[in-house]
């Protein structure tokens, strides 16, 4: 069993930062992917980020890049999603999750998932 639990979140002003954490316990990460997903009202939850544990492989979002860095704390096993410039369309809930190492067309499959955290609420305003 992986348990995550996502802090963090909050509200920030446009072009602010805010940084998300990921605590994660449970079982060995050192093959696991971990990822950061954003869902809002009506729509489905969509890949942020994402890095590959053991290597630190990292994978984004098209529209995060050069924005967002996500990246990890072996010592704390906790995950970390550094979100810069932030804009009012980042608003959501973000959630941590986590799997077996995956190939990486299915990285940005929440399907694919098996571990989520609770989420943590993240306001832009304008």
């Known amino acids: 069993q992986v348990q995550l639990v996502e802090s963090g979140g909050g509200l920030v002003q446009a072009g602010g930062s805010l940084r998300l954490s990921c605590a994660a316990s449970?079982?060995?990460?050192?093959?696991?992917?971990m990822g950061w997903f954003r869902q809002c009202p009506g729509k489905e939850r969509e890949f942020v980020a994402a890095?590959?544990?053991?290597?630190?492989?990292?994978y984004y979002v098209d529209s995060v890049k050069g924005r967002f860095t996500i990246s990890r704390d072996n010592a704390k096993t906790t995950v970390y999603l550094q979100m810069n410039s932030l804009k009012p369309e980042d608003t959501a809930v973000y959630y941590c999750?986590?799997?077996?190492?995956?190939?990486?067309?299915?990285?940005?499959?929440?399907?694919?998932?098996?571990?989520w955290g609770q989420g943590t609420q993240v306001t832009v305003s304008s």
């Open positions: 890095i590959r544990w053991s290597v630190g492989n990292t």
């Open positions: 999750a986590a799997d077996r190492m995956l190939r990486t067309g299915y990285i940005s499959r929440p399907s694919e998932y098996d571990y």
């Open positions: 449970g079982r060995t990460f050192s093959t696991y992917v």
